[in-house]
């Protein structure tokens, strides 16, 4: 018995390394499709390499097992879609409202629609957190959170500093243009 938990944990943890393996190539290979074009993030390709980074990120941090990946991922995927369609509505909602010139009458139907929002996410996560909860321990589901929260700052920030190599390249080539003009 204790040959096959030993054998087990060896397993999970090669798992976690490819897991984290597979997640540094990825990031590099979205940082170099970010790199080229601000639309890139609209590319579908880029989209699907963001999700499995998530998914290996996320997978890696709340020390999910085999099982239990294979049990959590398909109903995270359905609260996460769910969730994302809450928030379309109400982007669609607001979409007409100019926020520099709002109305009273405006300012209130944002308000109640925000509030209404709110509560549709509160009650998803909670009908959610019940079925997570049959398959991922109570201390994963409230690290799940800040996994997200973590992932999304990582994303972020290597997108901010693509641009800003970009940017830096541009403005090399730019100041090369100069000089060769100055000559």
């Not at 944990?9 to 490819?18: A, L």
């Not at 540094?24 to 590319?43: H, K, N, T, V, Y």
């Not at 693509?162 to 830096?168: S, V, W």
Request: glycine share 2%.
């Amino acid at each position: 018995m204790r040959y096959w938990k030993t054998l087990m944990m060896d397993f999970n943890q090669r798992i976690m390394k490819t897991f984290l393996v597979w997640a540094f190539m990825m990031m590099m290979g979205i940082a170099g499709l970010a790199q080229d074009e601000p639309q890139s993030l609209q590319d579908p390709k880029v989209q699907e390499r963001i999700k499995a980074l998530r998914v290996a990120y996320i997978t890696e941090k709340l020390g999910l097992s085999a099982d239990q990946a294979e049990k959590f991922w398909p109903v995270y995927r359905e609260y996460a879609e769910k969730r994302n369609a809450i928030r379309d509505e109400f982007r669609q909602a607001s979409k007409g409202i100019d926020p520099k010139n709002i109305n009273s009458e405006q300012q209130q139907r944002l308000l109640d629609l925000n509030h209404k929002m709110k509560q549709q996410e509160l009650d998803l996560e909670k009908d959610y957190s019940a079925r997570l909860i049959r398959v991922i321990s109570a201390q994963q589901l409230m690290n799940l959170g800040k996994a997200e929260r973590d992932f999304n700052i990582m994303i972020r920030e290597q997108i901010q500093q693509r641009r800003m190599q970009q940017e830096r390249r541009e403005n090399l080539r730019e100041n090369q243009r100069l000089r060769q003009r100055n000559n």
